[in-house]
């Protein structure tokens, strides 16, 4: 269970589908990424893969709401919930769920899905994405593991400023082991 903060939607949805194909492709089980051309990653990438599920706020409140629970409506907390317990269609038998915007679930919703939270069913992967998790309940929070996707806005606007970033991109990357050239690099920086 992971929940990922960031300041920009676009940034923590291309994470989250990011950490999903990580999960679902053969090759990331190899090499520990995701080749982003596989069957498995495409869908994911186009949001066509069967085992994805995805919650989203909506309507005029622009909430996430709980659902009833006999007869859940699509697009609601228990909806969401239900899908994780039905038989998977995939091989793999792998299921990926994404909350976009999990701050916009209600108190009741939230609540309502606690137990899965604490308990998901096996070979299942939720992502709660938000850009202001101190609005998800303390009990929810508790329950997930913290990601921050952020931005980097820091602006260093002063002599040389290009200039140091390119050496230390060279001190990092080009000078592990070549001493000579990190002394020089670094009497550089």
């Not at 769920?97 to 069913?121: C, H, S, V, W």
């Not at 994405?129 to 508790?142: A, D």
Request: proline share 7%.
């Amino acid at each position: 269970l992971f929940r990922s903060h960031g300041d920009q939607a676009e940034t923590r949805a291309a994470f989250a589908i990011f950490v999903a194909q990580t999960a679902m492709c053969p090759e990331a089980a190899r090499t520990g990424f995701p080749c982003g051309e596989c069957r498995e990653c495409r869908r994911l990438a186009e949001g066509s893969h069967p085992e994805l599920y995805t919650l989203r706020p909506e309507g005029k409140a622009f909430q996430i709401k709980v659902g009833d629970v006999s007869r859940p409506e699509v697009n609601t907390a228990r909806w969401f919930e239900e899908q994780f317990y039905l038989t998977s269609t995939d091989t793999a038998g792998k299921k990926i769920g994404i909350i976009y915007e999990a701050e916009r679930m209600n108190d009741e919703a939230q609540n309502a899905f606690l137990k899965t939270l604490e308990e998901p069913p096996p070979a299942t992967l939720f992502l709660l994405l938000t850009g202001h998790p101190e609005h998800l309940l303390p009990t929810t929070r508790s329950r997930c593991q913290l990601l921050p996707v952020l931005e980097n806005r820091t602006r260093f606007d002063f002599p040389g400023a290009a200039e140091l970033f390119g050496l230390f991109h060279q001190l990092f990357f080009e000078a592990p082991g070549r001493l000579g050239l990190a002394v020089t690099l670094g009497d550089r920086v």
